[in-house]
């Protein structure tokens, strides 16, 4: 089992950055392929990035150039900086974990783990 706890979210303006991490337990991620979803009110919860167990990442066309994950092993730790924030970045970020996710990455269902969220709000 993995447990999985985001943090890092909150209010920040249009144009602005945030830093979410995603801390693991129960298993070291250095296993696990691991992804950042979120999820608007009113819509389904959508695959923003991706990272394999040998550093491979994976895009949504959405936050290409503004988004970047990375994984420190070590600390047993996932992060995604937010850059150039907009007010439809607006949502709850979760992250995601599993040992194996295959080409069907972008898909909620794939994933295995998930984190509880944090919120995210981007003001105009």
């Known amino acids: 089992q993995v447990q999985l706890v985001e943090s890092g979210g909150g209010l920040v303006q249009a144009g602005g950055s945030l830093r979410l991490s995603c801390a693991a337990s129960g298993r070291e991620i250095s296993n696990y392929a691991m992804a950042w979803f979120r999820q608007a009110p009113g819509k389904g919860r959508e695959f923003v990035q991706g990272i394999t167990t040998s550093g491979r990442t994976y895009d949504a066309d959405s936050v290409k150039g503004r988004f970047a994950i990375s994984r420190d092993n070590g600390k047993n730790t996932v992060y995604l900086q937010l850059d150039s924030l907009k007010p439809d970045d607006t949502a709850v970020y979760f992250c995601?974990?599993?040992?194996?996710?295959?080409?069907?990455?972008?898909?909620?269902?794939?994933?295995?783990?998930w984190g509880q969220g944090t919120q995210v709000t981007v003001s105009s």
């Open positions: 995601a974990a599993d040992y194996y996710v295959g080409s069907r990455y972008e898909r909620p269902s794939s994933w295995t783990y």
